[in-house]
């Protein structure tokens, strides 16, 4: 009896465990079944490489909104990937361990905030500062609904996922190779730059990707401050209409318009796609990383 409650707990378990994983093939799933329709009628070529996006008129192009997407995720992670990591090598070698302790509850403030108090602060405080500021110096007109104040957003909503992970990367590197290094005749800023650096370099690789994900699928917040405008950008300046966006703005509108419906959820499957393939990659560097440790 023992032996079978043991066999029936192990099976029970490891169908609970397996149960994320069969989700995320359910979704992708459900994704493509629902796609269909469209991907019937028209070639993938057109769907994702056409900017002609008139739904009255059957023409659902993606490429604006993929193009809108890249630029404020690309935006984001050039101003938040230097200083998420200035900042982790500044709380793992050079600060206070009183200072250590009291940025670590704040870091994980800032990742538990909802996207939508982004959203607000970026619409009061970023857009005018984009539209007022910025857009003179630039010598270009913005209304500041635009693709780097999405950007701006977005790059402080990742700096926790980025600055937390690497933060990890770093604890894993031994004791023992910063203390030869300094016996040696090594600053602080030598021994940090081509010891603690060098040895998590793929791990920061891996926060960075995952902090990529995580600005991919954003959607509140960016549609709060980024425009709207199904579009290519050409500039920062310019506004941009995201794929997390497209979906919540006009989900509710799908059923009156004929295969609406189906691009929405080809564009839902392209945005899932993405960032799987991201997450995926960015964990298999981490265990590259937690191999190489041990």
């Not at 938040?80 to 670590?104: D, F, G, H, T």
């Not at 110096?137 to 600055?163: H, K, N, R």
Request: glycine share 8%.
């Amino acid at each position: 009896m023992r032996l079978l409650k043991d066999t029936l707990a192990r099976r029970g378990m490891g169908l609970v465990t397996a149960l994320p994983g069969l989700l995320v093939l359910l979704i992708v799933v459900g994704l493509f079944l629902k796609s269909k329709a469209i991907l019937g009628v028209a070639p993938l070529s057109r769907l994702l490489f056409s900017s002609a996006w008139h739904p009255l008129k059957g023409e659902f192009g993606l490429l604006p909104f993929i193009a809108g997407t890249v630029w404020v995720t690309v935006t984001a992670l050039v101003l938040a990937v230097p200083v998420s990591i200035l900042a982790a090598v500044y709380l793992s070698e050079y600060a206070p361990r009183w200072v250590r302790e009291a940025a670590k509850p704040v870091i994980d403030l800032l990742a538990g905030l909802p996207s939508v108090v982004y959203g607000v602060w970026g619409v009061i405080l970023v857009v005018p500062f984009v539209g007022n500021v910025l857009a003179p110096l630039a010598g270009v007109t913005s209304s500041g609904y635009s693709i780097l104040a999405g950007g701006i957003v977005l790059a402080i909503m990742t700096f926790p996922t980025i600055i937390h992970v690497t933060l990890e990367v770093f604890s894993t590197v031994p004791r023992s190779l910063r203390e030869a290094s300094l016996s040696l005749g090594a600053t602080k800023w030598e021994t940090t730059r081509h010891v603690v650096l060098r040895k998590g370099a793929q791990g920061i690789l891996a926060a960075s990707v995952l902090g990529f994900s995580r600005a991919f699928g954003e959607t509140m917040a960016v549609l709060m401050v980024v425009g709207n405008v199904p579009a290519v950008p050409r500039s920062l300046f310019d506004p941009g209409y995201p794929l997390p966006a497209l979906i919540a703005n006009n989900y509710g509108e799908m059923m009156s318009v004929p295969r609406y419906d189906a691009a929405l959820m080809s564009a839902a499957l392209v945005l899932m796609l993405i960032v799987l393939f991201f997450n995926v990659l960015a964990r298999r560097i981490l265990v590259r990383v937690e191999r190489r440790v041990r």
